[in-house]
């Protein structure tokens, strides 16, 4: 099994910054950040492919958000930049045994963390 453990979350204005950190009990290949809003579908917002470092973002966060590993502690990290309202939801770090080659498709991810609530206003 592996275990996601997310953190970093919390309220910031239009414009700020958050850095978002899932501590993993370890890697699986794919590691992704999902976002759910209130009534709104689970979407993918970020993936990384952990041997190759290749990183994958959804339209609406590219330029703003990074998706990053920190391999000796087995920690993934969003950094989120630019914040906007509609980016208000709570995130999800996963973990997928696959090669990222759908990296947004979540039932492609085994592991779930219980999430963290980012709020922008």
């Known amino acids: 099994d592996v275990q996601l453990v997310e953190s970093g979350g919390g309220s910031v204005q239009a414009g700020g910054s958050l850095r978002l950190s899932c501590q993993s009990s370890?890697?699986?290949?794919?590691m992704g950040w999902f976002r759910q809003a209130p009534g709104k579908q689970r979407e993918g917002v970020a993936a990384?492919?952990?041997?190759?470092?290749?990183?994958y973002y959804a339209d609406s966060v590219k330029g703003r958000f990074t998706i990053a590993q920190d391999k000796a502690d087995n920690t993934l990290y969003l950094q989120m930049n630019n914040l906007k309202p509609e980016d208000t939801a709570m995130y999800y770090c996963?973990?997928?045994?696959?090669?990222?080659?759908?990296?947004?498709?979540?039932?492609?991810?085994?592991?779930w963390g219980q999430g963290t609530q980012v709020t922008v206003s």
């Open positions: 996963a973990a997928s045994p696959g090669y990222c080659y759908r990296p947004f498709l979540e039932y492609d991810y085994n592991y």
């Open positions: 370890r890697y699986r290949r794919c």
């Open positions: 990384l492919h952990v041997g190759s470092g290749s990183t």
